[in-house]
């Protein structure tokens, strides 16, 4: 193979994580949870043939003066998966979740598997993936099809495998897009990371002792069903009514008077501009952030509903959601060295401080292994530094984890969980609506 | 996405019976259609929210949130009236577009039948030149009258100083091209002077205000653009001493003019100062008491 047909493209969201370097630790975290031994055999081949197809998930990030680029590294299957016996499989999987992957080693993903010990066949599948190479929208795809490639492996259905491969480009986003839209969402030079109100989260004061941790707190069936019972009721999203929550317990938390304002940012699947959602484009990042501000707490729950749902519709109703400020990145990428592009991002990127990113339903079908059954499980963001504050929320077989990540101490751990119990005590609230 | 609740089901077809009755009293038009289409959104967005906040009475629900439009009928004239206005500037602009492509193409015209009738089509190019910057700078006044009726001065200063360098430059080619000047490019001297004149005029025209600083930074301009152009133009006579005292004239006149600004202000403000103590005085004289 010739030196040149080893570099792969660092497309402009691989540089745009690679920037958030500065704000997190890259990774995305998945961990899911099996009654039941998988065949570590197949899985070793399915992970093989799914990297192969993702030439990203075994190249190393390399930074020049000019152009950053990927650079396919050689590599097996053992620097990915690690299979160990476990008195304690959760406990072990997450403090593998713990980890990191350095952007220039030869693999961007980590797979762990614990089988528990004694006579439990439990068994954790732990992953943790550089954000630089997908987002929690591609890590559903991902995981998704790992579970389908290794059932259809061990059937010998060969032609059923599947793993996309297409373009990692940022620009499928325009595909939807034609003629006057497509000028307009082309030209969309407008910086929309600058907010009002900046509010933090009331983590404690950084220290060299601070670990990564992640934090989750799960919503039980019977509550997550009252919440989308009275969602559906009032008319709005589970995602608008758990926003109403975050407002709420966020007021009470970071000690806000009622007539504040707050910002909380909310993640955006970009796919949905793109054509079949992105099925056939490869692993990459499509997410980006809309900013939901209200301008006081509300009194009542209803209130802060009614605020949070008039600021979400104004971006809802956009038909260009999401794509402002890409032109411009785009822009800065083409016209400056690395360096200076950085610099110029980073001058005018404002990171958000606090954040939701809800990335929906895990489909317990789809991430079946045969021979085992899915218990439980969630995929978390990237683990923040402080002051920034992300909330990751997935939901599986009925049940919602909302988790946090966070490089901080023990006190950490206690702001986050008194969080959580805000967050519980206000989504009472809201199902009493 | 969230479907659609029972109450937005059942207000709908009333919303829209009503709007599509009221919007009968203008004309039936796109932007009216547009217009109609967003009054729905308005009403039911509002209906969710007042049934959030625990309305549940579908016709409490209506008669709040037609109530909260306010009087529909004024709501569409002025709609109305706004798209009038709104075509009616288009119009105008139109026109004007029209107008200016027409004066560049009867010039191009022009410009053909006398190079060809002639021959010569150097520096007859200047007819054709004459007439794109002649177009821009009416297109320019016309947009300054609209923008001074709307009280708009800054985007009006700078369309003075654009046509004002378009003149300039036309001048100058003139003078270059067609009558062979030496040192005609001195014009390019005389429109700064020229463009911080019509700028300070604007300031006091508009009552900007910064024009009491403007005119010394004005005259002193203006001075050292004479002194350098009358020093270039009559050479070899030696001007340029005491010519110099030109620059320093221009000083003193702008001293002179910001001494007595600067008094006339605090004279006023003096004046301010007895007129408000004064009216305290008569104040006194009707509300005081001894006790």
């Known amino acids: 193979m010739s030196r040149k047909s080893k570099k792969l493209k660092a497309e402009m969201w691989d540089r745009m994580q690679f920037l958030f370097r500065n704000y997190y630790d890259r990774m995305v975290h998945l961990k899911l949870v099996y009654e039941g031994r998988l065949d570590i055999s197949v899985l070793k081949q399915v992970i093989v043939y799914m990297v192969e197809k993702a030439p990203v998930l075994h190249s190393s990030f390399n930074t020049t003066v000019l152009e950053p680029y990927w650079r396919k590294e050689n590599y097996t299957v053992d620097d990915i998966l690690s299979v160990a016996q476990s008195d304690d499989a959760e406990f072990d999987a997450d403090l593998f979740l713990a980890g990191t992957i350095p952007y220039d080693n030869n693999v961007q ?25 997908m987002d929690g929208g591609d ?64 983590w404690s004061e950084p220290s060299d002792s601070d670990i990564n941790r992640i934090i989750r707190r799960e919503i039980g069936e019977a509550d997550f069903a009252a919440i989308r019972s009275t969602a559906k009721k009032l008319g709005v999203t589970v995602n608008d009514a758990l926003m109403a929550i975050t407002f709420r317990a966020l007021y009470e938390l970071c000690g806000l008077k009622d007539d504040d304002s707050l910002t909380v940012s909310c993640a955006i699947d970009l796919r949905k501009h793109i054509v079949e959602g992105g099925a056939k484009g490869g692993l990459t990042n499509h997410t980006a952030w809309l900013a939901c501000r209200t301008l006081e707490r509300g009194e009542t729950m ?33 016209i400056f060295p690395q360096n200076i592009a950085e610099f110029a991002i980073k001058k005018g990127y404002d990171n958000p401080l606090l954040a939701v990113s809800n990335m929906g339903q895990l489909d317990a079908q789809k991430l079946s292994f045969d021979g085992s059954t899915l218990k439980g499980g969630f995929i978390s963001g990237a683990t923040k530094y402080k002051p920034f504050f992300l909330m990751s929320v997935t939901t599986l077989l009925g049940r919602m984890t909302l988790s946090t990540a966070i490089r901080g101490s023990a006190a950490d751990v206690a702001v986050a969980n008194r969080y959580f119990d805000l967050i519980e005590k206000y989504l009472r609230e809201f199902i009493e609506l | 996405m969230a479907a659609e609740i029972e109450i937005v089901s059942i207000l709908k077809p009333r919303y829209k019976d009503f709007l599509e009755g ?46 909260e439009l306010g009087d529909i009928v004024c709501l ?74 709307k009280r708009k001065v800054i985007p009006v200063r700078f369309m003075i100083a654009a046509s004002e360098i378009l003149v300039t430059v036309f001048i100058f080619l003139l003078l270059q091209l067609v009558f062979h000047i030496s040192k005609s490019w001195l ?70 003019e910001f001494i007595c600004y600067t008094v006339g202000k605090s004279r006023a403000k003096d004046a301010a100062e007895e007129k408000s103590e004064g009216k305290k005085q008569d104040e006194a004289y009707w509300t005081q008491w001894d006790d």
């Open chain 1, 109 to 133: 993903i980590k797979i762990a598997v614990f089988e528990q010990t004694g006579d439990s066949v439990k068994t954790v599948l732990a992953l943790r993936v550089n954000h630089m190479c």
């Open chain 1, 302 to 334: 209803s209130d802060t509903l009614v605020n949070v749902i008039r600021s979400m519709k104004t971006f809802k109703r956009d038909k260009f959601m999401g794509l402002y400020s890409l032109p411009l990145l785009k822009l800065a990428y083409t």
């Open chain 2, 76 to 149: 569409l004239n002025d709609f109305e009236e706004r798209e009038q206005r709104s075509e009616d500037l288009k119009h105008k602009l139109s026109t004007g577009t029209a107008v200016a492509i027409a004066v560049i193409a009867l010039i191009a015209i022009v410009y053909v039948i006398v190079g060809a009738a002639t021959g010569i089509w150097h520096p007859t190019w200047l007819i054709l030149l004459g007439g794109i910057f002649s177009s821009l700078i009416l297109l320019m006044i016309f947009a300054s009258l609209k923008l001074l009726k």
């Open chain 2, 22 to 67: 009221e919007f009968r009293q203008i004309a039936p038009t796109k932007a009216a259609m547009e217009y109609r289409k967003q009054l729905l959104q308005q009403l039911l967005d509002r209906t969710q929210e007042l049934n959030i906040r625990g309305i549940v009475d579908p016709d409490l629900i209506f008669k709040t949130t037609i109530d």
């Open chain 1, 139 to 202: 890590l559903k795809y991902f995981i998704g099809a790992l579970a389908n490639n290794y059932n259809c492996l061990k059937r010998g259905e060969y032609g059923e495998m599947r793993m996309k491969s297409g373009s990692r480009s940022y620009d499928q986003i325009y595909s939807k897009f034609e003629g006057e839209d497509l000028k307009k969402a082309r030209g969309l030079y407008k910086n929309v990371s600058k907010i009002k109100d900046h509010v933090g989260f009331p």
């Open chain 2, 187 to 256: 014009i390019f001297l005389a429109m700064v002077a020229m463009l911080f004149g019509s700028d300070t005029a604007m300031a006091f025209l508009a009552g900007s205000k910064g024009r009491w600083i403007e005119l010394p930074i004005f005259i002193e301009v203006l001075c050292v653009m004479l002194y350098v152009i009358l020093g270039i133009a009559l050479a070899p006579a030696k001007i340029w001493h005491p010519g110099w005292l030109l620059c320093l004239g221009g000083v003193a006149v702008a001293v002179v």
